[in-house]
């Protein structure tokens, strides 16, 4: 069935590329009104005129999600326009090349759980009063394989944050499930998206070619996005059939 967001409102942050940018079209192209936020409003604008082109509906919102005050002003944009709030996409995230203990600095670790987890806890506290008053209302978190299990290759800070975000979700589904609200937390593992280009060791285009792709995900959320109301996921992972941790272990076990 097609439109199946018809009059639905959905807040995607981290819109301006990737996963985020591939949720808003997503979504967008079942009906629902698209509010884009994250920090660079070209990139934003770009995922807009995408959504507009095809005849959707979208706001452009820049802000930096991890200062409370921008959070806000988005918060403020969305009650006055709209008066409620069916969706939240909380993708905003980053990662940083030095991301080891050998390297990090406080700086370097300000940043990752600003961008991965506060950032996402100011979005929960704008978008759970709308959706209480509602007695409805999804929250999809862009996690990552590196909130459940613990690795070398995200770096431990982006790994912590993740975690967070994880027991983040599941909290919300504790606390908020009276009033109609579901919390689903989405574990990528290797996804072809700018934030590879983070990588202390380069991804191949081969290897980005064999990746979940940022498509993928943003299908995935619009498939959440569509449940009935009565159904939550709790926790979802999507990797890449081409697993390059399981290669790498294949590999190894052959030598």
């Known amino acids: ?4 967001l018809t ?8 819109a301006g590329t990737g996963i985020g940018e591939a949720a808003a079209l997503a979504l967008a192209s079942e009906g629902a009104t698209i509010i884009l936020s994250g ?12 959504i ?19 959070v806000e ?5 969305i009650a006055n326009e709209f008066n409620r709030l069916d969706i939240l996409v909380n993708n905003a995230g980053v990662n940083i090349t030095d991301r080891h203990w050998d390297k990090l600095t406080p700086s370097g670790i300000d940043t990752l759980v600003d961008g991965n987890l506060k950032s996402a806890l100011y979005c929960i506290t704008v978008a759970l009063p709308f959706m209480r008053a509602q007695k409805d209302g999804i929250l999809i978190h862009t996690a990552s394989m590196a909130g459940r299990f613990i690795g070398g290759l995200s770096g431990p800070i982006y790994t912590a944050a993740k975690h967070g975000v994880v027991a983040m979700s599941h909290t919300i589904n504790m606390e908020e499930c009276i009033h109609g609200i579901r919390s689903t937390a989405m574990l990528p593992g290797e996804v072809a998206t700018p934030i590879l280009d983070r990588r202390p060791i380069p991804v191949t285009p081969e290897e980005r070619a064999r990746l979940v792709q940022s498509a993928d995900c943003g299908d995935l959320v619009r498939y959440i996005a569509c449940l009935p109301a009565h159904v939550c996921i709790p926790e979802v992972m999507i990797t890449p059939a081409w697993n390059r941790t399981y290669i790498s272990a294949l590999q190894r076990n052959q030598r």
């Not at 009059?7 to 981290?14: H, L, Q, Y």
């Not at 920090?39 to 995408?50: F, G, I, N, S, Y």
């Not at 507009?52 to 706001?59: L, N, Q, W």
Request: aromatic share 4%; glycine share 10%; net charge positive.
């Open 1 to 4: 069935m097609a439109n199946q």
């Open 7 to 14: 009059g639905k409102i959905a807040w995607v942050t981290g």
């Open 39 to 50: 920090r660079r409003a070209e990139p934003l604008e770009d995922t807009a005129a995408q």
């Open 52 to 70: 507009r082109k095809a005849d959707g509906t979208a706001h452009v919102q820049p802000a930096d999600l991890s200062i409370a005050g921008d």
């Open 73 to 77: 002003r988005v918060g403020k944009f």
